[in-house]
């Protein structure tokens, strides 16, 4: 497949922004070597090259379709891309933890999808305080105003976390929506729900991780349950882990003769 | 310049609201239209023979401009070469229509630009930020000056 290296080659000279450079080592699979690269992150494309001087760039990961991994190791700090099963492990190692964690999170954050879902609840934010606002400036008689009818919908991407499994970290956010069937041929339908961007999930790609918040698809009605389900039992565990530590402050209440009045 | 080409083939693989049948023509004096399947995933757009599984190519659609060439034909130049054009040839006017706008809305920067847009409108209007729960507040990325390189830059020394 040929892909035109000179439309990249642009992007990466122009005056978008440049959202992470350094120094990192990259480890060459042929020779299990590593090899100190020149790295610079634009929107969702890693390019590398020797030096930052250098005109010549040897190559580009586009980073859709990946995990990013923390690898624990002592005194040398190791994470890797992930693209799935027969796909590529692309690893990387940094000189400090601080160095690490910070391309560790730049990666994850950096794929058109995480943008994309992003964007949704944003724009649904954005329509919900807009709605909020006019509808304070309009003279109305009635002082309180209802919910947002979508308020349970806002919360679809958990807070960036790194989650240690084992030996290994992993990003802990929600990563895209699973893609829906769609048929090959465009559409002509009326669009009833507003567009969605293409979505990504690899084929043969990991399990997507999902953070504390199942993600929602563009079918507001259909998540809507899914959520409601989801945080019945969020609110069930909460409540039974709250109603065991009551016991125990009440049984050590009864040894203490504090008074807190 | 190495690329992640299997990974790559594999991400055009993926379903997309925008996949079709067009006449495309390269940009090159004496490249004639043809009939390709032309895919828009994410920030590319595939083009593959009709009946194959592998994409002939990828375009990147970045750093590029959208134009109207004609009632259904749309043009996509690419910086500095405005006048290599790749030119897509649709069965009807609204096609065009629908391409030329889910092309540009599917580049990063343009989804960037909208995503600051929201960011400071809601927290202008709630006096919250909105990323704030996500973690991701003070990220670079999602800046509204997020063009500065010596921000970005790592000063560790390997």
Same mark, same amino acid.
């Given at each position: 497949m040929k892909l035109h290296e000179k439309i990249l080659t642009r992007f990466l000279s122009c005056t978008s922004p440049v959202d992470k450079e350094g120094y990192l080592y990259k480890k060459k699979e042929r020779n299990a070597t590593y090899y100190r690269r020149w790295f610079v992150l634009k929107a969702n494309l890693l390019f590398y090259q020797e030096r930052p001087a250098d005109r010549h760039l040897l190559g580009v990961i586009v980073l859709e379709g990946c995990t990013v991994q923390m690898l624990d190791s002592d005194g040398f700090f190791p994470f890797a891309l992930q693209f799935g099963s027969g796909l590529k492990t692309y690893r990387f190692a940094a000189g400090d933890a601080q160095t690490q964690g910070r391309w560790v999170k730049a990666l994850f954050l950096a794929s058109h999808s995480y943008l994309s879902s992003l964007l949704r609840v944003l724009g649904r934010q954005y329509e919900e305080a807009k709605q909020q606002q006019d509808s304070t400036n309009s003279s109305s008689s009635f002082k309180s105003l209802s919910p947002p009818t979508n308020s349970l919908l806002v919360p679809t991407l958990a807070p960036f976390s790194l989650v240690r499994e084992g030996r290994s970290f992993s990003a802990s956010a929600a990563l895209p929506p699973p893609s829906m069937p769609t048929k090959m041929a465009a559409k002509k339908s009326p669009k009833k729900w507003p567009r969605r961007n293409a979505h990504v999930t690899p084929l043969n790609g990991p399990a997507p991780l999902y953070g504390e918040w199942p993600l929602v698809g563009s079918d507001p009605l259909v998540e809507f349950s899914k959520l409601h389900d989801f945080y019945g039992q969020e609110v069930q565990k909460a409540r039974e882990e709250w109603l065991r530590s009551r016991q125990t402050e009440k049984e050590q209440s009864e040894k203490d003769l504090i008074d807190l009045g | 310049m190495r690329f992640n080409e299997k990974e790559l083939v594999c991400l055009s693989r993926q379903p997309s609201e925008m996949a079709a049948e067009l006449g495309m023509r390269g940009p090159k004096k004496g490249d004639v239209v043809k009939r390709r399947l032309v895919k828009l995933v994410v920030n590319f757009l595939f083009y593959f023979r009709?009946? *194959? *599984? *592998?994409?002939?190519g990828a375009l990147l659609l970045e750093q590029c401009h959208v134009e109207r060439e004609d009632s259904q034909t749309f043009s996509i130049a690419f910086l500095d070469e405005a006048e290599r054009k790749y030119l897509f040839e649709c069965d009807s006017e609204e096609q065009c229509k629908e391409w030329m706008d889910s092309i540009i809305k599917a580049s990063y920067e343009f989804m960037r630009k909208n995503l600051i847009f929201y960011r400071t409108e809601i927290h202008r209007l709630t006096g919250k930020d909105p990323l704030e729960q996500y973690g991701i507040s003070d990220e670079t990325r999602f800046q509204v000056n997020s063009g500065s390189q010596l921000m970005n830059r790592d000063t560790s020394s390997l």
């Open positions: - | 009709t009946d *194959e *599984e *592998e994409p002939i």
